[in-house]
């Protein structure tokens, strides 16, 4: 699971096309994506790896670092 954080709904939105063109291009077109319209919390399911892309007001409300207590975290 990958959590990470954009500025805005347009930063979020915009990480999200990215990942999912970068997924498409490497043979994984058939990844499951939730919440892009909105963009506040975007979920996309590749499989093996489930992505959430967050503002960072929705990031904190959820907390879902708090689920995977001890789990070290890195700085991109």
């Known amino acids: 699971m990958v959590i990470a954080s954009g ?4 930063h979020v939105g915009a990480l999200a096309d990215h990942l999912l ?5 490497s043979g ?3 990844a499951k994506v939730e919440g ?3 963009a506040d919390w975007v979920l996309i399911d590749a499989g093996d790896v489930v992505v ?3 503002r960072p007001e929705v990031r904190s ?6 689920m995977w207590g ?6 991109a």
């Open 52 to 54: 959430h892309l967050f």
């Open 61 to 66: 409300f959820y907390d879902l670092e708090k």
């Open 36 to 38: 892009l319209q909105a």
């Open 28 to 30: 994984h077109a058939h």
């Open 21 to 25: 063109q970068a997924l498409k291009e």
């Open 70 to 75: 001890g789990a070290p975290e890195t700085a």
């Open 7 to 10: 500025r805005s709904n347009r």
